[in-house]
């Protein structure tokens, strides 16, 4: 089944057996559950932050940082940039950057638009304030499916180079399923077969840079 990242393309590399793991729309009640599996396996991963979901979570994003996790921003709210004003641009996603670099005294470097979708005009001003995209070449339908299924078509695809999409949290106007349970036992599934294959997760910055194909 198609999913709404088919269309985005990404250029990281395979030069070792590793990859990175990346999760949108935290913090949440399930992103210690995700570190926890993370650190149980030495794997590192990115996080793309909601502003919003900050307030209260301030020591879950510090314990991502001290523990060898990347951050990076996905907006305050989930809104669609492409429809937004330049001001209200700057408020969902520089307005998101600031509020990580309070909680943790780390400033992002990396963005990635909600749902994909960025025009033009937002990769502009974006680019303007050092903020690198980040898209992906695996994007499962986490938020809904049980958790076999993500598991099963992450590790169909899955090879050295991969940036693999999941979500640890959820936007407060999703329709999505209400928990992300089924991420954190599909995301167990996929390490332990990691380590079967020899594979690693590194986070963003430490993915080499080559060609890999599309999001599927």
Known sequence: MPTYADAMSFRRSAEKHVIALTFDDGPSPWTAPILDLLAEHSARATFFVLGANIAGRESTLRRAVEEGHELGVHGW???????????????????????????????????????????????????????????????????????ERTAAYVLERLQPGAIVDLHDGRPSQSGSEPTRAATVEALGLILR???????????????????????T
């Not at 330049?86 to 909600?114: F, K, N, Y």
């Not at 990691?194 to 599309?214: D, T």
């Open 77 to 147: 709210s989930h809104r669609r940039l492409s429809e937004l004003s330049s001001a209200e641009l700057s408020d969902e996603m520089l307005a998101t950057q600031a509020a990580i670099g309070r909680a943790t005294g780390v400033v992002c470097h990396d963005w990635r638009p909600p749902y994909f979708e960025a025009d033009e005009g937002v990769r502009s001003a974006l680019g303007e304030s050092g903020l690198v995209e980040i898209g992906c070449s695996i994007a499962p339908e986490d938020y809904h499916w049980p958790a």
């Open 193 to 215: 077969e990691m380590k079967r294959r020899n594979l690693a997760s590194v986070s963003i910055s430490e993915l080499p840079a080559l060609e890999i194909p599309g999001a």
